[in-house]
């Protein structure tokens, strides 16, 4: 429930962060979920929302400053502001450290592991500037912008600081976009830059710039479709290929399935790992993504590509040697790590954009007696809560 009558006001003490953008603090016997604050501060607090059992609010007054607080670079970014970027009054560095908090609290408390050593490691090329897909909402009278912090509501946005300097100068913002629902920004490693637009649920319509871009990651080239998923800090993708390998060791004639595998981002490197006597198998729901995996992989006989739904392809697929999934932010489920744990395979290599599903799963592996035998989480997405981790399982 919104908060019915005037807002309320108060002073909190701020305790550790949650998973979600936001630190805990207690109001007698509640527990508020405060944003703009730090760990360690006290606040002025505006109530945002009351819900049974716990609040919102939002710092609007910082009366004891954390040493890690800086002023956020981005003027959006304020209590009733842009809700895409929860850390820019943080470090760089504290906000690693937050982000490490929160993958290790949701590992204990929802994977019933505590204890693990969480690290988040910085990627090259600083918190603002990376963002190289850029979707808007567009407000009643056309003009693109973001939603705030839980809510529908569009704020016209002017410059987002962390986009790449192209989508900064795209002439996207600050004009009318009239009978759409979104306005999305492509800028490709190869410099191309896209502006597609969207409307409910049919398929994104290139309004300038090419319809197929380019992206390079771990020593290839993908020609994708600019709609097409791929992975969107200019530096993620080769990072996560490295750190999937690393993990997976695929020898010589393995069997390989590469699961939510968008263009083949994993199944590349993994066909030339496991040879022209080993296979790797594809599967991806979006055909936009099988599209941009068809130019490369028609050198590497040994991939097959299926275009379907994991859940219901990933059973008839037989045995692996070795697995990677990268599901979106809702996991894989118990289902999906049961048939997984039915291949028989090695091991399995797990890429997740959210850390308290990924917690979940790990909860699943555990309960069929598969061990979390390694983990390592990359700042992906600077300045927001997001967090990508690898993990490594074994039977
Ligand atoms: C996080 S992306 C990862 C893509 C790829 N591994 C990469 O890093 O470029 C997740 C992918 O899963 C696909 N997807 C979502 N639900 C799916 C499902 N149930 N079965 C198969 N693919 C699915 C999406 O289309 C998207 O391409």
Do not use: N
């Not at 019915?4 to 007698?28: F, K, Y």
């Not at 527990?31 to 009351?50: D, K, N, S, Y």
């Not at 956020?72 to 502001?81: D, E, F, I, L, T």
């Not at 999305?184 to 300038?208: D, I, K």
């Amino acid at each position: 429930m919104r908060y019915a009558h005037a807002p309320r006001e108060v002073v909190l003490d701020i305790g550790p962060v949650a998973h979600g953008g936001h630190c805990v603090a207690r109001l007698d016997e509640l527990v508020v979920f405060v944003r703009h604050a730090l760990p360690g501060e006290r606040v002025r607090a505006r109530i945002t929302e009351e819900r049974k059992g716990y609040l919102r609010a939002d710092a609007i007054e910082i009366l004891q400053p954390s040493p890690d607080r800086v002023p956020a670079p981005c003027r959006y970014a304020h209590p009733g502001g842009c809700g895409g970027c929860d850390f820019q009054h943080a470090t760089p560095a504290a906000q690693r450290d937050l982000k490490a908090d929160v993958v290790r609290e949701q590992l204990a408390r929802l994977g019933g592991l505590p204890g693990v050593d969480v690290t988040v490691e910085e990627l090259p090329g600083g918190p603002l500037g990376w963002r190289t897909r850029v979707q808007y909402a567009v407000d009643q009278h056309g003009y693109p912008g973001f939603h705030p912090a839980r809510s529908h509501e569009v704020i016209p946005i002017g410059e987002c600081l962390i986009a790449t300097p192209a989508i900064r100068k795209a002439p996207v913002t600050g004009r009318q976009w009239r009978g759409v629902d979104a306005v999305e920004v492509v800028s490709s490693s190869a410099g191309e830059l896209s502006v597609l637009t969207r409307l409910g649920r049919g398929r994104p319509r290139v309004v300038s710039g090419p319809a197929r871009v380019h992206e390079s990651a771990a020593g290839h080239t993908w020609e994708l479709p600019a709609e097409a998923f791929w992975q969107v800090h200019p530096e993620s993708a080769g990072t996560l290929a490295a750190a999937v390998l690393e993990f997976l060791a695929p020898q010589p004639g393995e069997r390989a399935f590469d699961l939510y595998g968008g263009s083949g981002l994993f199944s590349v490197p993994l066909a030339e790992a496991v040879g022209i006597t080993g296979s790797v198998t594809l599967v991806e729901a979006d055909p936009a993504g099988t599209a941009g995996a068809a130019k490369l992989l028609d050198g590497l006989p040994q991939v097959h590509v299926v275009t379907g739904r994991v859940e219901r392809v990933l059973e008839g697929l037989g045995e692996a040697d070795i697995v990677v999934l990268d599901p979106p932010r809702a996991g894989a489920g118990a289902a999906v790590i049961e048939e997984i744990v039915a291949t028989g395979a090695r091991a399995v290599a797990y890429v997740a954009c959210d850390p308290a599903a990924l917690a979940r799963d790990v909860r699943t592996f555990r309960s069929y007696r598969w061990e979390l035998a390694g983990l390592r989480a990359f700042d992906c997405f600077p300045m927001t809560h997001h967090v990508e981790c690898v993990a490594l399982f074994r039977p």
